[in-house]
């Protein structure tokens, strides 16, 4: 079931505290259901993967087309509609609904949103350069990025350079974020750390792809607690 993922809303950040009294940043992210709208078989496509849609929309600001397939699948129409390959369409049927309890045996998970928009941004502040020097003959570019281009020959700006440009707005994925805590009753889930995007904005979560050994705030008290317990009966 890991291997279908959920969209959910970035809510802010707070902290953890776990009982030794060690606090942990956290970003809450708001999860919304996900209903199976289409099977995508093998034989059709090349591949199995289900549809997922995801959060309602009026149907006055949906297409024809639109209107038409919801109404053929019986189903409510859907905002976001999401393919997720998957190995078997077995365990899958259409009108399923999937919430928080998926990802309830994962401690790691990949999160995919769109960082923030800064707009037309300086070398300074895009690239993290060091600027001009700040006297010495320096006029009026203490903050531009230097030399771009080159002689006669090549006698261009390769494409890649870094320069001013437009900042941020592009999707970005975290790997191997840790869930501190999960709230089922209130589709909250708690995830250790921040992740890209402003508030409110829409956010990707899957299982983390990478197979990971890495132990857990609660699975490191766990280890400190009990080689404390050990130090004290040794007194």
Do not use: C, W
Not at 92 to 116: A, C, H, M, P, Q
């Amino acid at each position: 079931m890991s291997e279908i993922g959920l969209i959910g809303k970035k809510i802010g950040m707070t902290r953890e505290f776990f009982k030794t009294g060690q606090s942990v940043p956290v970003t809450v992210l708001k999860i919304e259901k996900g209903r199976v709208i289409q099977l995508i078989d093998k034989e059709k496509r090349g591949y199995n993967a289900i549809q997922l849609g995801f959060g309602g929309i009026k149907n006055s600001k949906l297409s024809k087309s639109m209107k038409g397939y919801f109404s053929k699948k019986n189903t409510e129409a859907k905002k976001i509609l999401k393919e997720f390959k998957v190995k078997d369409l077995e365990q899958y049927k259409e009108g399923n609904e999937f919430g928080i309890e998926i990802f309830k045996d994962i401690k790691f998970l990949d999160v995919r949103s769109k960082t923030i928009g800064k707009g037309f941004a300086g070398a300074m502040k895009r690239h993290n350069f060091g600027g001009l020097r700040a006297s010495h003959g320096v006029s009026i570019s203490h903050r531009a990025h230097g030399s771009t281009g080159q002689n006669q020959d090549p006698g261009k700006v390769f494409k890649g350079k870094k320069m001013a440009g437009h900042m941020g707005n592009k999707l970005r994925t975290m790997q191997n974020l840790e869930i501190i805590k999960t709230d089922i009753s209130n589709e909250l889930i708690y995830i250790k750390g921040s992740i890209p995007g402003s508030k409110n904005s829409e956010v990707l979560i899957k299982k983390a792809v990478k197979n990971l050994k890495k132990l857990t705030m609660s699975e490191k008290i766990e280890i400190l607690e009990k080689s404390k317990k050990a130090k004290d009966k040794k007194k």
